[in-house]
């Protein structure tokens, strides 16, 4: 008899249930001690929670905290209890540990601290900014421009015969009026970026052309007037080159906010890497990979 009412689906289901009960309810009955079961609701904890969830600085949650009327702020205070006591029972959990997410969360929050211990807020002098310039010139160099214009023809538009026919009878009439920088913009088609490019780098054109039209770009000598065709990765070119600029190391004067920049970045690493130092000599490495430092 007691086998057939325990064969019964219902009577396994209540069972389930019973001990999906029993175990709950040993989870949520696990030990806190006395201080941990106590939430303490105060202004400065719902301010903090408020900067949280809004991401805002500690003055405009404030604000937002005081503009509330009571309704919103019960609502606020509800919200605050439920998260904190979730979060107080996952910790009591060990919910934590060996989480990875959480792990570098913290780590984060570290590094964070440490920058603050930095001595930034002090502005490099003179002589530091001059020696950091002098040592690091190359940080600084400009790379080599070229400004140019030029007319474009889309080989997809020319199927048949292709665009080199239209480029080669454009070339000669360019050259035979002796079409002007500004007067570009009435020959050829639309190309995908612009016509005109001033004092731009290899890189950029590279990345509107490609590296091979960008190699023969700084080759070519503007004292030919108009050049062509010349291949893209998008067509066939005409190309009137205005100027070349070679590589410059500008002055101290003409970079010296990128040169101060660049000096207080560097100072806040070598300082946090000192703090982060400082934390690392309180432990005690144990490595099975020792000989891997060995020569």
């Known amino acids: 008899m007691v086998k057939a009412v325990l064969a019964e689906p219902l009577v396994q289901f209540l069972l389930f249930g019973v001990v999906l009960f029993g175990i709950e309810a040993s989870v949520i009955e696990s030990s806190m001690d006395e201080h941990e079961a106590v939430i303490l609701v105060d202004e400065a904890a719902l301010v903090n929670f408020i900067g949280d969830q809004t991401n805002s600085s500690q003055e405009n949650a404030l604000k937002k905290w ?8 019960r609502w606020v205070i509800d919200d605050f209890v439920r998260e904190e006591a979730l979060y107080r029972k996952a910790l009591s959990f060990g919910l934590n540990e060996n989480d990875y997410v959480i792990r570098r ?6 590094e964070f601290a440490g920058k603050a211990f ?4 002090a ?3 003179d002589d530091a900014v001059r020696a950091y310039y002098a040592k690091h010139r190359e940080m600084f160099l400009e790379p080599p421009t070229v400004t140019f214009t030029h007319v474009f023809f889309d080989h997809e538009s020319h199927e048949v015969e292709g665009a080199q026919p239209q480029a ?3 070339l000669s009439q360019l050259r035979g009026q002796q079409v002007a920088f500004d007067e570009s913009g009435r020959f050829g088609e639309r190309f995908a970026y612009h016509r005109n490019y001033i004092d731009q780098s290899e890189a ?3 990345d509107h052309f490609g590296a091979e039209f960008a190699h023969r770009i700084f080759a070519m000598d503007p004292e030919r007037g108009w050049q062509g065709p010349i291949p893209s990765e998008r067509g066939l070119h005409l190309v009137l080159v205005a100027q070349r600029a070679e590589a410059r190391l500008p002055t101290l004067s003409e970079v010296r906010q990128r040169v101060i920049s660049e000096l207080v970045q560097q100072r806040v690493k070598a300082q946090t890497r000192a703090f982060q130092d400082r934390l690392l000599a309180e432990f005690t490495i144990k490595s099975d ?3 891997l430092d060995q020569p």
Do not use: G, N
Not at 67 to 73: E, G, I, N, P
Not at 105 to 110: E, F, I, T, W
Not at 118 to 121: G, K
């Open 123 to 125: 502005p490099p002098s």
């Open 66 to 73: 005081q503009q509330l009327d009571d309704s919103a702020k």
């Open 168 to 170: 080669i009878a454009a």
């Open 204 to 206: 950029l054109i590279a």
């Open 118 to 121: 930095t001595d930034s807020s």
């Open 105 to 110: 969360r913290l780590v984060q929050k570290m």
């Open 289 to 291: 990979f020792d000989v």
